[in-house]
Nanobody, 119 residues
Framework: QVQLMESGGGSVQLGGSLRLSCVASIDMFCMGWFRQAPGKGREGVASINYGGSAQYIDSVEGRFIISRDVDSKTVYLEMNSLNPEDTAIYYC????????????????WGEGTQVTVSS
């Protein structure tokens, strides 16, 4: 069983930045970030594989940066130019195989961290 622990959420104003962190108990090939806004389903945001290849959904491309530190088993999500549509609970996820925020294989999940962006 892989345990994932997120941190770094909070409240910012329009245009602000936040950096989320997620520490894994076991290193996995693929790490990703998902989010769930109030009243909406969960959506993938970004993913990164063991080699550092990253994928993003269109709405965050150019604003968010996903990275990972293999030695510390930590994945980061740097979020810039935040807007109210980014308000959501953000979840860290991990999986052994196909690595993509839209159709990747994620079997392990963190408990989430709240991100709130005010206008």
């Amino acid at each position: 069983q892989v345990q994932l622990m997120e941190s770094g959420g909070g409240s910012v104003q329009l245009g602000g930045s936040l950096r989320l962190s997620c520490v894994a108990s076991i290193d996995m090939f693929c790490m990703g970030w998902f989010r769930q806004a109030p009243g909406k389903g969960r959506e993938g945001v970004a993913s990164i594989n063991y080699g550092g290849s990253a994928q993003y959904i269109d709405s965050v491309e150019g604003r968010f940066i996903i990275s990972r530190d293999v030695d510390s088993k930590t994945v980061y999500l740097e979020m810039n130019s935040l807007n109210p549509e980014d308000t959501a609970i953000y979840y860290c996820a991990a999986g052994p195989g196909n690595c993509h925020p839209l159709n990747g294989e994620f079997y392990f999940w963190g408990e989430g961290t709240q991100v709130t962006v005010s206008s």
